[in-house]
Structures are given as C-alpha cells and as structure tokens.
C-alpha cells in the first residue's frame, strides 16, 4: 500500500490500491517537475548534472537542455513560455518562442538575488519565488549581497520587482489556493507552511502557519494543490497532504526522498513525484491545478 492513512477523508482522493511507479533513474538530484500537456511530457531539474530532463512514455528520459544554470523551480508563463529558477546563474529566467534564454529577474534594488528556488504564476501573469541560499556555491555564499532570504512577486509587464516577505528561514515551495486568495509558502527550515491572504494589487498579508510537519528523511519543499484545496507538500517519507483546514490527511509513500512534484496527464490527475535519483508518477482521484 502507499498510502499512510490519517484521516479516512485522504482515500477520496487517493485509491488505497493505488501504487507509486518509477518512470526514471538514474539522476544525480531531481527536481522541479512541469507537464506540458500538448506534447504531454514532463521536464524536470537535475540540479548537480546542470541539465534539464525530459520523460515521455514513448522515448523514456531524455536531455531537454544542457547546461541549464543548475535549474530548480520550473513553470511556464501565461504566454507558454519557460520560466526557470538558475541556482548558477542567480536568476528566474524566461525561454522565449524562438529559444532564446532572457533575464527577467537577477536583483533587488541593485543586488543578486541569492538562488531563486521555486515559482508560480499568478492568472493575471505575475510571478512569484522563492529565493533561499540553498543553490550558493561556497565561492557565491562569500559574495552573498542580501541579508534575508525573500519571496518575491514580478509583475506581469516584468518591470517591478517587489519583495513581498523577509521573515522566512528557508522559504521554498510556493503556491496558490485554487481561487487564488490564499499564497502557501513553506519553510524548509521551521518545518511549517505558512499562508497569506492576497491582497487586490498581488501583495500578501496576515500570515500564519497552516501546517507543520515532523520526522526524518524528508522536509517541506515542493508543493502544490488540487481543484479542492487540498494541499501537496514533500516531507518525510514522501507527500503530505492537508485539507484546507490544516488537517493532515496522510502521505503518499515513496522510496525516495522526495523533493518536488507536480499535476499533469490527460485529465491534470497524474501526481509526477521527484525524489533523489528518480521521477516517479501515482495516479489520483481529483485532478490538480493545470499549468497553461
């Protein structure tokens, strides 16, 4: 079985027969997992080997594109476009049509970013990240210009930055409830989710803690939720999930350790997992927020 049940409310969105496939191995450390639903595959990070992965039923894994900056966080924009976190690089970057790689976000108010982590975009095209120190090199970690580790927004004309919390330990993954008026962001150090109500110009507002998580092999980190509300999140042992009251549901178990995932498939039911070395894929039974 690869559920722990908790609350018997988890197997209305989880089949207790349903199993926890491997689609591929073999990485150095996966990451940052996106469905494209017309080509109907999946690229994710492998942030050591500086290279973004694809995986489609047909070919299996393959090199989408090499280097990648050390990408994490992947999504793409309202236009379709790729939006990357670099680690390397210190920047969210935008692939544009013809493939070129652009900036649209590397300072705040004149200095480096620290390593943008993860990304959503908002329905009306603005961006928010997270930027904790986790993608530093001990060279970069020397030169660090920020003393905080922020969550940013970027407008959707690109042309304002605006560093919406400066409290976090360690802010890491980073979503939105399904009507938008509620921002999830995790701290992987504190071990908690945090949610903040969406004010009407994008910024957030009365911050508290959602949900908490305890125990080893694993921490908050990727997250994402459902139509529902229910909240996905990594954490020991595998996915967390939470009602949108903060009733901890359960968790999806997997092998590895899992660091991020993501909806996708024909129907937005497919729950695409990346953990350590491998991508793995468990199918649900209420369809996940689809990334257009």
């Given at each position: 079985m690869?559920?722990?049940?908790?609350?018997?409310?988890?197997l209305?969105?989880?089949?207790?027969e349903?199993t926890?496939?491997?689609?591929a191995?073999g990485?150095?450390?996966?990451?940052?997992?996106?469905?494209?639903s017309?080509?109907?595959?999946?690229?994710?990070?492998?942030?050591p080997?500086?290279?973004?992965?694809?995986?489609?039923?047909?070919s299996?894994?393959?090199?989408?594109?090499?280097?990648?900056?050390?990408?994490?966080?992947?999504?793409?924009?309202?236009?379709?476009?790729?939006?990357?976190?670099?680690h390397?690089?210190r920047?969210?970057?935008?692939?544009?049509?013809?493939?070129?790689?652009?900036?649209?976000?590397?300072?705040?108010?004149?200095?480096?970013?620290?390593s943008p982590?993860d990304?959503?975009?908002?329905?009306?095209g603005?961006i928010?990240?997270?930027?904790?120190p986790y993608g530093?090199s001990?060279?970069?970690?020397?030169?660090?210009?920020?003393?905080?580790?922020?969550?940013?927004?970027l407008?959707s004309?690109?042309?304002?930055?605006?560093?919406?919390?400066d409290?976090?330990?360690?802010?890491?993954?980073?979503?939105?409830?399904?009507d938008?008026s509620?921002?999830?962001?995790?701290?992987?150090?504190r071990?908690?989710?945090r949610?903040?109500?969406v004010e009407?110009?994008?910024?957030?507002?009365n911050g508290?803690?959602?949900?908490?998580e305890e125990?080893?092999?694993?921490?908050p980190d990727?997250?994402?939720?459902?139509?529902?509300?229910?909240?996905?999140?990594?954490?020991?042992?595998?996915?967390w999930?939470?009602?949108p009251?903060?009733?901890?549901?359960?968790?999806?178990?997997?092998?590895?350790?899992?660091?991020?995932?993501?909806?996708?498939?024909?129907y937005?039911?497919?729950?695409?997992?990346?953990?350590s070395?491998?991508?793995?894929?468990?199918?649900?039974?209420?369809?996940?927020?689809?990334?257009s």
């Amino acid at each position: 079985m690869a559920l722990d049940v908790r609350d018997s409310r988890l197997l209305d969105l989880v089949d207790s027969e349903a199993t926890v496939e491997q689609l591929a191995t073999g990485c150095q450390f996966t990451e940052g997992p996106l469905w494209h639903s017309i080509g109907r595959y999946l690229l994710f990070s492998d942030i050591p080997a500086n290279k973004i992965r694809r995986w489609d039923a047909e070919s299996g894994m393959t090199v989408f594109r090499d280097p990648s900056g050390k990408s994490n966080g992947l999504t793409y924009d309202k236009g379709g476009h790729l939006i990357a976190c670099e680690h390397d690089n210190r920047r969210v970057s935008r692939t544009t049509a013809d493939g070129e790689v652009l900036t649209i976000a590397s300072h705040y108010e004149g200095k480096r970013l620290n390593s943008p982590n993860d990304i959503v975009v908002k329905s009306d095209g603005s961006i928010y990240f997270t930027d904790p120190p986790y993608g530093l090199s001990s060279k970069a970690k020397s030169e660090k210009e920020l003393d905080f580790h922020g969550v940013y927004r970027l407008s959707s004309d690109g042309a304002m930055l605006t560093l919406l919390v400066d409290d976090f330990d360690r802010p890491n993954g980073i979503c939105f409830s399904p009507d938008e008026s509620i921002l999830y962001i995790n701290d992987t150090k504190r071990m908690h989710v945090r949610a903040f109500d969406v004010e009407p110009d994008g910024t957030i507002a009365n911050g508290r803690v959602f949900a908490e998580e305890e125990g080893d092999n694993g921490v908050p980190d990727g997250m994402k939720v459902d139509v529902q509300g229910n909240v996905y999140l990594t954490g020991p042992n595998g996915i967390w999930i939470f009602a949108p009251d903060g009733t901890h549901l359960g968790i999806i178990l997997v092998p590895e350790r899992c660091a991020n995932l993501a909806w996708g498939g024909d129907y937005w039911k497919s729950l695409f997992i990346t953990a350590s070395t491998s991508v793995y894929r468990i199918e649900c039974k209420v369809e996940g927020i689809a990334v257009s």
